[in-house]
């Protein structure tokens, strides 16, 4: 069980900081009618984490810390996908009904979204390789399989959480006022991410 303790213990230090995909969860958690509107954005990202978690566990993921060109594609994609979600996001809050809950993203852009800011972030990858990754060598046979399943069981309930958590906060905020506000502000945040990466794309370019 002590491998099981340690897996959760780093999922959770991982996942607990105010991120894109956690801002993005919350955010169609709140603004969609009913819970299960937002599954899609839940499900994707829970999938998404999973297959990081497994690429990280067996090594696969460490290609993207060798392959200089391959990190800054990663930059420059995932760059131009955060200025067009929080574009679509900062729309959709002006876009919503006296109830504030009218906004949501349909399925398809929740799946687009949340695989682009679980897929295409290379500091959600590198942290995922650097911690997760490198933990897991320490296990091997059952106790890395426990380690793994984990890590993997604290991402998928902390983002049915996450939902959950945005859909109660949009049925206390009945006039919407308050998802408005959250929607710009995550947009913003999106904005401020998107920035930060073009700057660190930027800075590999001029190293080489």
Request: aromatic share 12%; proline share 2%; charged share 10%.
């Amino acid at each position: 069980m002590e491998a099981f303790i340690h897996g959760m213990i780093l999922a959770f230090g991982l996942i607990l900081p105010l991120g894109v995909q956690n801002v993005f969860v919350f955010n169609q958690g709140a603004r969609q009618r009913k819970f299960f509107l937002a599954l899609p954005v839940v499900v994707t990202a829970s999938i998404c984490d999973t297959l990081l978690i497994l690429l990280a566990v067996f090594g696969v993921s460490v290609v993207v810390l060798t392959v200089d060109w391959l990190k800054m594609v990663l930059f420059a994609v995932g760059f131009i996908f955060l200025l067009y979600m929080g574009l679509a996001i900062w729309r959709s809050s002006s876009e919503g009904t006296d109830s504030g809950t009218e906004a949501g993203l349909p399925p398809k852009k929740q799946i687009i979204f949340a695989a682009s800011v679980s897929l295409l972030n290379p500091h959600a990858i590198l942290d995922t390789i650097g911690v997760i990754g490198t933990n897991s060598l320490q296990y091997a046979g059952y106790e890395k399989a426990l380690y793994t399943l984990a890590t993997i069981i604290v991402s998928w309930v902390w983002f049915f959480g996450l939902a959950i958590a945005g859909r109660m906060l949009g049925k206390i905020d009945q006039n919407g006022i308050v998802l408005r506000v959250m929607n710009k502000l995550s947009a913003l945040i999106i904005w401020g991410v998107a920035l930060y990466m073009a700057w660190q794309l930027i800075s590999e370019m001029g190293g080489k």
